[in-house]
């Protein structure tokens, strides 16, 4: 059974969009990561923490997809 580091590693290397989805939830990391040093954000600033932190949690979910059957189809008997 492989664990989900190997999974993840596996994934980078065979799907594209694993890969970008990866990417983009990094970028997002990194700006999410900006607005969260300032002290005080602007309402605008807050809605776009907001809507940062709902793209990345899809794209979380996405890549915990990839994932999730990755696993199945490795369990699925050949036939």
Do not use: G, W
């Not at 492989?2 to 990417?23: G, K, M, P």
């Not at 990345?56 to 699925?76: G, N, T, W, Y």
């Amino acid at each position: 059974m492989l664990t989900e580091d190997a999974i993840v590693e596996q994934l980078r290397h065979t799907n594209t969009e694993f890969r970008a989805l990866e990417e983009s939830h990094h970028r997002l990391d990194l700006e999410l990561n900006e607005l969260q040093r300032r002290h005080v954000l602007t309402p605008a600033e807050e809605i776009e923490k907001k809507r940062i932190q709902k793209e990345k949690l899809a794209k979380k979910d996405k890549l915990a997809e990839f994932i999730r059957l990755f696993r199945e189809q490795r369990l699925e008997p050949a036939r």
